[in-house]
């Protein structure tokens, strides 16, 4: 801390705490697909000497870089005045590509934190709470992981550092005191619970057909939960075998669905046909003569499932736009969680703010007890050295004492009345 900084810290000790600045673009004011306009444009590997030019050219003390697909985010500490300017020159620098229109009115872009903004905004980020999808625990992830990177790179340094740990403190009690994560959004892991709650029994028979995206996320849900009584059918013999690797499963081609004689309960379909793939003939092919009631989710985009099946034979159906109503009504239930998730930011703040102003104090404070122990050491050996070797061994014994118990109070006093000072 240079002798200006401690002077302002004594008399305003919060005032340091507007040099937090938040810089981000964010869902909120553009689309997803232009949010990669406002990355660092940097050859691979060159990301974080690009990013200790930007802390160098632009003053910035420290220095903390986020971006996912729906934000970009700048976290710094720093001793400077954030204007349109700036952010103009700024974001000029960072992608040299960007639009001269797009800079005169960056503004309309970006968004700019200082000081307590700065504070909640990075707080409710990794809370999920300002998310594209809110109560996602991504965000906190990469939140944790791109500080880490910013850290080992040498960007950062000590305000920073109790920034995120403080955020990660903050997120932490967001997450397990409110239920703003709770509500299954996937609509695969919505149709994964859906199919338990319909049969919970682990060795049901399941067929998983299709090996693309949305099967392979489902077979990691049966996998969780510890169903493994899985075919794998798909109109890649290949495909299939991949995915049956990973849950020890049969593969087979489409071509022998007709073989299966009832032998299975439940039916997870996404395959990218685009069509109709299991009609009427085929499914009355693949029950045969049994008369049990099947479970058939049909998590494609059309539908996989022909409507005279689902009319006709005794099942229970759930397609994807049932399950997207469930997560619309579970996001909307997250939503209501933001409410109960302020007042914990705001108390959060309050908490920060007493954090920073003792570790502002230790800084401040940090030199006293050298600069008082060589004051003594001087006192004893040079000032008045000649007259305690005159001194009895008693005496000078007392005076030695006396010397180590003022060292003492020295230290203890200012910091105890700077401590009472600010409370």
Do not use: W
């Amino acid at each position: 801390m240079t002798f200006m900084q401690y002077v302002c810290f004594i008399f305003d000790p919060m005032g340091l705490i507007d040099n937090y600045k938040v810089i981000t673009v964010t869902h909120h004011n553009l689309d997803i697909s232009d949010i990669g306009n406002f990355y660092i444009r940097s050859q691979e590997g060159n990301l974080y000497f690009r990013l200790k030019q930007l802390k160098s050219e632009f003053g910035l003390d420290e220095l903390f870089y986020l971006e996912t697909c729906n934000r970009v985010c700048f976290i710094s500490f720093a001793h400077k005045t954030i204007d349109n300017e700036f952010l103009r020159s700024f974001f000029q620098s960072v992608n040299p590509d960007l639009e001269p229109e797009t800079l005169d009115h960056i503004d309309s872009f970006a968004d700019y934190y200082e000081g307590e903004a700065a504070l909640r905004h990075v707080f409710e980020m990794a809370s999920s709470m300002d998310s594209l999808v809110v109560g996602e625990r991504e965000i906190f992830r990469q939140f944790r992981k791109a500080y880490d990177q910013c850290k080992q790179a040498g960007l950062t340094g000590d305000y920073l550092r109790i920034l995120e740990k403080a955020t990660v403190a903050t997120a932490k009690k967001v997450y397990s005191t409110t239920a703003i994560a709770e509500k299954a959004l996937s609509v695969v892991s919505l149709a994964i619970q859906a199919m338990i709650n319909a049969n919970d029994q682990k060795d049901q028979r399941i067929l998983l057909i299709g090996s693309g995206e949305t099967n392979t996320l489902a077979a990691k849900f049966l996998r969780k939960y510890n169903m493994m009584n899985v075919s794998i059918y798909n109109r890649s013999i290949d495909n299939a075998r991949k995915l049956a690797s990973f849950l020890d499963a049969d593969s087979y081609h489409l071509n022998e669905l007709d073989k299966l004689d009832g032998r299975f309960d439940t039916i997870i379909i996404c395959t990218s046909a685009n069509r109709v793939v299991i009609d009427q003939k085929l499914y009355k092919q693949m029950i045969k003569s049994d008369t049990s009631r099947k479970l058939v989710i049909d998590l494609a985009v059309p539908r996989n499932i022909s409507e005279d099946v689902v009319r006709n034979f005794k099942l229970d159906y759930i397609d994807i736009g049932r399950l997207k109503k469930i997560s619309e009504e579970n996001l909307d239930e997250r939503r209501k969680e933001l409410e109960k998730a302020r007042p914990i930011i705001t108390s959060q703040i309050l908490e920060f703010k007493d954090i920073f102003h003792q570790r502002q104090l230790e800084k401040a404070m940090a030199s006293i007890p050298k600069e008082i122990k060589e004051v003594k050491k001087r006192a004893i050996e040079e000032v008045y050295g000649d007259r305690l070797e005159s001194l009895d061994e008693n005496a000078k014994t007392l005076v030695i004492e006396m010397m180590d118990y003022m060292e003492k109070k020295c230290i203890s006093v200012p910091i105890k009345a700077a401590k009472k000072s600010y409370i």
